[in-house]
C-alpha cells in the first residue's frame, strides 16, 4: 500500500471529480438517470453472469394505490405488479398465458385478480386463471399456478418481491427497520439513479477501503467490524468526527441481508436511517433509490441544515461511485493486494446467493 503521503497526494483532488465539476444541479440530477452513450457491451465487460437471488425492492408502497396495475422490467423480464381491492399487491411475469398480451399495458384489477386487456382473462397472485368470462370451461393447465412465482411483501414502506432463477420459494424474510415506520422519523427523502454495471461489482464496494481514499478523498482508510451471519452482513465503523461544536463521537453500521436488502444506519453528527432500493433491469443496468429518514427533532435550522448536508454528501459518493461502475469490468479472478479490505471474504459471502452458477464469485 502506498505511503500516507503518497495517498494523499493520488486522493486529492479524487480522480472522478473531472467527470462531474462543471454540472449544474439539474445537470447531475439528469446524469443520474441519463444513459451512458457508446458504453460497451455486456460481453465485452463480462458481466454476462447470474443475478444473485433474494428479495429485492419493487416499488416504494405508495407508488401502487389500491386498483392500480404497473408494468415493471426487473431482471430482464418483463413483469406486471397491481394492488388488489383488499390491499394486497401481486407479481406475475408480464405476458398473458393466453395470446400473449403484456397486462402491465392496460390491464386492470377486479376484486383481487388481475384482468387481461386481450380477453379480459382473469388471474390471481399465483397465475391461476380464476375466469374466462366468453367461455364455459377454463383448461385445466390453466387451473394450475405459474411455475415462477414472485412472492411479494411490503416492509419498511417498500414492496419487495423474491427472486430466484428457478421459481423457488424464499429462503429468509425480509428485515423490518422500526424507523421506517415510526411517526416519529421524517417521510423518505428519495434520490434515484441508474447505474450501467452488475449488481456484484456494486455491491463489493461496501468492503473495498481502498477507494474511500481514491475516489471519495476520505482522510484514512476506514476500518471496520465485520460480521457474517448467514444472508447477513454486518459492517460496524466507530469514528470520532470534527464539527464546529468539538470532537463528536459518530457510528455507521450497515447491514445487508441477501444481495438485495440492506440499510446504514449512521449516529452521532445526524442520526439517518438509509434504506437502500437497488434492483437488477437488465445485466449490465441497476436502479438504485436511496431512501432517507431522520428523527422530525432535527427539524431546527441548524440540526435540519448539517442533516441535509449529510444526505447530500452520500449522495455525493454515490455520484462518484457511479462513474466508476458505468464502465466498470467484471473480473472473476482480480489480483487483490493487502490494503484492499476483505474484498474476497465478501465474494465467499456473496457467491452463496447465485443458483446458476457456483463459481462466479470466488477466486
Request: one cysteine or more; a negative charge; hydrophobic letters at 40%.
Amino acid at each position: 500500500m502506498a505511503d500516507d503521503a503518497g495517498a494523499k497526494a493520488y486522493g486529492s483532488p479524487v480522480a472522478v471529480a473531472a467527470a462531474l465539476a462543471d454540472m449544474t444541479k439539474d445537470e447531475r440530477a439528469i446524469w443520474r438517470t441519463a444513459d451512458v452513450p457508446g458504453r460497451p457491451s455486456v460481453a465485452e465487460r463480462n458481466l454476462d453472469i447470474p443475478f444473485p437471488y433474494g428479495w429485492f425492492p419493487a416499488l416504494l408502497s405508495h407508488e401502487l394505490a389500491v386498483g392500480d396495475v404497473r408494468p415493471l422490467r426487473y431482471f430482464g423480464r418483463d413483469l406486471v405488479i397491481w394492488r388488489g381491492d383488499d390491499g394486497a399487491a401481486r407479481m406475475l411475469d408480464a405476458h398473458c398465458r393466453h395470446l400473449g398480451a403484456h397486462m402491465g399495458h392496460g390491464g386492470r384489477v377486479s376484486g383481487s385478480h388481475l384482468e387481461c386487456p386481450f380477453h379480459a382473462w382473469r388471474y390471481d397472485g399465483e397465475g391461476v386463471v380464476q375466469d374466462i368470462p366468453y367461455a364455459q370451461t377454463i383448461p385445466p393447465r390453466l387451473r394450475k399456478p405459474c411455475d415462477h412465482q414472485w412472492p411479494v411483501v411490503e416492509a419498511n414502506r417498500l414492496i419487495w418481491f423474491w427472486y430466484h432463477p428457478d421459481g423457488s420459494p424464499p429462503e429468509w424474510e425480509v428485515e423490518a427497520f422500526p424507523e421506517a415506520s415510526d411517526t416519529d422519523w421524517t417521510d423518505y427523502e428519495i434520490h434515484e439513479w441508474r447505474v450501467f454495471g452488475s449488481l456484484q461489482n456494486m455491491a463489493e464496494n461496501a468492503v473495498d477501503v481502498a477507494h474511500f481514499r481514491f475516489v471519495h478523498g476520505t482522510a484514512t482508510f476506514p476500518t471496520s467490524e465485520m460480521i457474517w451471519d448467514g444472508p447477513r452482513r454486518t459492517s460496524i465503523i466507530d469514528a470520532g468526527l470534527d464539527t464546529p461544536q468539538g470532537r463528536v463521537e459518530a457510528r455507521i453500521e450497515a447491514r445487508m441481508i441477501g444481495p438485495g436488502q440492506s440499510a446504514t444506519r449512521f449516529t452521532g453528527v445526524a442520526e439517518t436511517l438509509l434504506v437502500a432500493a437497488v434492483t437488477p433491469i437488465e445485466k449490465d443496468e441497476v436502479r438504485v433509490r436511496f431512501c432517507f429518514t431522520q428523527p422530525r427533532t432535527q427539524a431546527t435550522p441548524v440540526a435540519a441544515m448539517v442533516a441535509h448536508g449529510f444526505i447530500h454528501e452520500v449522495c455525493r459518493q454515490l455520484d462518484q461511485d457511479k462513474v466508476i461502475w458505468d464502465r466498470q469490468r467484471y473480473l472473476p479472478k482480480p489480483i487483490i493486494c493487502d490494503g484492499d479490505g476483505p474484498i474476497l471474504r465478501f465474494r465467499q459471502y456473496y457467491n452463496q446467493f447465485y443458483a446458476e452458477w457456483a463459481d462466479v464469485s470466488v477466486n
